[in-house]
């Protein structure tokens, strides 16, 4: 884990274990910062992010080998738009939310 200037922090961890012919991995990690006040009026525009990853691979046989990994993201991002009346930039309360997950599997024989 970490702490830093602009109130930013991170913490992150991984995971692995290997039980025979499985073998499991795991990681997470978060990610947060106040952000900057671009205007100098005041209003910083931070953002946050989660990430998350898992992956499980078998070898039933010398031959084959077998497995899946999925991984997430979500995060928030905060920005200055623009003034509804005079379409200028401003200090506004715009964020942007975003969201992505995947998911693989695989069969190999050799």
Known sequence: ?????????????????????????????????????????GERDGFDNLSGSLKIEARPSDAISLGVVGHWIQGTSQYDGFDPLTFQRAETGDETRNRIAAVRGWAQGR
Do not use: K, P, Q
């Open 1 to 41: 884990g970490e702490y830093g200037s602009l109130d930013s922090a991170r913490l992150s961890g991984r995971y692995a274990l290997r039980a025979g012919d499985v073998g499991v991995m795991a990681s997470a990690g978060w990610l947060r910062s106040d952000g900057i006040d671009s205007f100098g009026g």
